[in-house]
């Protein structure tokens, strides 16, 4: 008797195909329950939680308001942010401040002088830096909020009651 028959069949009985299939499906199990990977979050292997100092500017806000809109930017107290569409947690609003929007006029010398931006839509947009302060893990591969880490950058959503705008992180200072 063969050891495998013409139907590709082990000792006549067992097919080659299915001992096959059986092996991947233990190595699947064996796979899941003895190699399971990492678990938890990023922050949480080596960290310590500190204060940290995070900037970010967010540029061309539109508002029919602009003062009234920085009011009430400037009253809450905290805001939820949002790195790469998944919420890393709350930080507290420290300061808001209004950059002024300017544009580049060439002058006859040929030198370069910023103006206030002469056009009328202008009055409706608005350019902020926010200074936010929180609690977050400091690692070695940076300063992680939530699961997310906090790069300069990075984009990131700010969420208060009556807004939703994204900015960039241009500073992240960690507080000793």
Do not use: C
Request: proline share 5%; charged share 20%; no cysteine.
């Amino acid at each position: 008797m063969a050891l495998v028959d013409q139907q590709g069949r082990l000792f006549g009985k067992i097919s080659i195909l299915d001992i096959g299939a059986a092996l991947v499906i233990l190595m699947v199990i064996i796979g899941i329950f003895f190699f399971p990977g990492t678990s938890g979050s990023i922050a949480q292997v080596g960290a310590k939680a500190k204060t940290v100092e995070v900037d970010v500017i967010v540029r061309g806000i539109s508002s029919s308001n602009p003062s009234g809109f920085i009011k009430d930017i400037e009253g809450s107290k905290t805001v939820n942010i949002v790195v790469r569409n998944q919420p890393a947690g709350k930080m507290t609003i420290k300061a808001v401040k209004v950059l002024p929007r300017t544009v580049a006029v060439p002058q006859p010398d040929g030198k370069v002088v910023a103006l206030p931006d002469p056009r009328p839509e202008a009055e409706y947009l608005s350019d902020l830096l926010f200074t936010l302060t929180g609690s977050a893990q400091v690692t070695d591969g940076g300063t992680v909020i939530g699961t997310a880490k906090l790069k300069i950058a990075n984009q990131v959503e700010l969420e208060g009651t009556t807004y939703n705008v994204t900015g960039g992180i241009v500073d992240v200072r960690v507080q000793s």
